[in-house]
């Protein structure tokens, strides 16, 4: 019998090449009603089709284009706002963190601590996040080669920590450009790692708007599809009822009514897939 390999995300069982999985959720925290109502229709979402979902979304974007952005509530009044999203829905929570001495009381709060893409060299922050003992999800940054993540999981395994997600979000090409290989995902999974696509983030223009990242929201889709075609175990998209309001990325945040036909779909292509490997 083949051993089999669980990932445990608060009450979410993921079993590595079995459980397709999303993360989902506004890019930040623009209040506690928009975190509620968004992950309601996700826990709703998830009795219809039966796919695990864990909501996501950030206390702090420290990484805004501009000195002028919003960056979100906060350490503190984020966490009540992701505590009250736990306990009000059931969903399994995620949020990143910037620095190690965030990592301590967020990792009371949320069932998955999550490493920016820019940051996933730190070795401090790595270090700290595994010393939890909560799973980590590593995004890969945009100037890292799939092949390169091996150190960021290397870390985290030497700290102890045995839970690790990595995540493709697109690679620099050329200025205010992200293009994304495919072939990242099953370099990724060679670490014997879950891997998920960000399906949103990988559409960014990064500073493409001067102030602001732009984005084309229209391809996520496209990405999302030909990522679950390529093996990837889970989605990640940053979700919001009207998009074009939100107060971060609103150029490539889906509409929440997008993501239970999207996720059918790559669902479908990820059963197909997985019974021919």
């Known amino acids: 019998m083949q051993n089999r390999t669980i990932y445990q995300i608060g009450p979410a069982s993921i079993e590595l090449g079995k459980t397709f999985f999303v993360i989902a959720g506004?890019?930040?925290?623009?209040?506690?009603?928009?975190?509620?109502?968004?992950?309601?229709?996700?826990?709703?979402?998830q009795k219809r089709i039966q796919i695990p979902f864990i909501f996501k979304a950030s206390?702090?974007?420290?990484?805004?284009?501009?000195?002028?952005?919003?960056?979100?509530?906060?350490?503190?009044?984020?966490l009540e706002v992701l505590e009250k999203v736990r306990r009000k829905t059931g969903l399994p929570v995620l949020t990143d963190i910037h620095e190690p001495s965030q990592v301590s009381p967020v990792s009371k709060v949320v069932d998955c601590l999550q490493v920016p893409a820019f940051l996933c060299r730190q070795t401090d922050l790595l270090v700290a996040c595994a010393k939890t003992g909560k799973p980590v999800n590593v995004k890969k940054g945009q100037f890292v080669s799939p092949e390169e993540m091996k150190n960021a999981v290397q870390k985290i395994r030497a700290a102890g920590g045995q839970q690790i997600f990595?995540?493709?979000?697109?690679?620099?090409?050329?200025?205010?450009?992200?293009?994304?290989?495919?072939?990242?995902?099953?370099?990724?999974?060679?670490l014997g790692c879950p891997v998920i696509f960000d399906a949103t983030h990988s559409t960014q223009r990064p500073g493409g708007l001067g102030t602001a990242s732009a984005g084309r929201r229209d391809l996520a889709p496209v990405l999302a599809r030909a990522a679950a075609a390529a093996g990837a175990?889970?989605?990640?998209?940053?979700?919001?009822?009207?998009?074009?309001?939100?107060?971060?990325?609103?150029?490539?945040?889906?509409?929440?009514?997008?993501?239970?036909?999207l996720v059918k779909t790559c669902y479908q292509i990820y059963q197909i897939v997985r019974q021919t490997i």
């Open 26 to 45: 506004p890019c930040v925290i623009e209040n506690e009603s928009l975190c509620l109502d968004v992950a309601d229709a996700l826990l709703q979402i």
């Open 59 to 78: 206390f702090d974007k420290a990484n805004r284009t501009s000195i002028e952005s919003f960056r979100g509530p906060g350490l503190e009044k984020g």
């Open 166 to 190: 990595l995540t493709e979000r697109g690679t620099f090409f050329g200025y205010n450009r992200l293009v994304n290989d495919m072939t990242a995902i099953p370099a990724m999974r060679n």
């Open 233 to 261: 175990d889970g989605l990640f998209m940053e979700v919001h009822p009207t998009p074009e309001k939100a107060l971060c990325d609103a150029d490539c945040m889906l509409p929440l009514d997008q993501v239970e036909p």
